[in-house]
C-alpha cells in the first residue's frame, strides 16, 4: 500500500491521529511542514553496510 499525502496541509494533532491509528502501527512517518512522509524501515543490513565501510577506511587511514 502506498501512502498519498492530502491535498492540504495537516496540523500536528491530525498527524498524531492517522499515525496512531491501527493499520499504521508497522508503519514510519515524518511530519514535515503539514505533509506526511512514509520513511523506509531501517534493517541491520544496512548498518553492516556502514559499519563495514567504516572500518575498511579507517584502516586504510591508519595504515597510511
Do not use: W
Not at 26 to 54: C, H, Q, W, Y
Amino acid at each position: 500500500m502506498v501512502f498519498q499525502a492530502p491535498s492540504k496541509p495537516m496540523t500536528y494533532e491530525e498527524f498524531l491521529a492517522f499515525a496512531l491509528l491501527p493499520e499504521n502501527a508497522d508503519r514510519n512517518f515524518e511530519f514535515l511542514d503539514g505533509e506526511v512522509f512514509e520513511k523506509m524501515p531501517r534493517t541491520t543490513e544496512n548498518s553492516g553496510i556502514s559499519a563495514n565501510s567504516v572500518f575498511e577506511v579507517r584502516l586504510h587511514c591508519q595504515t597510511n
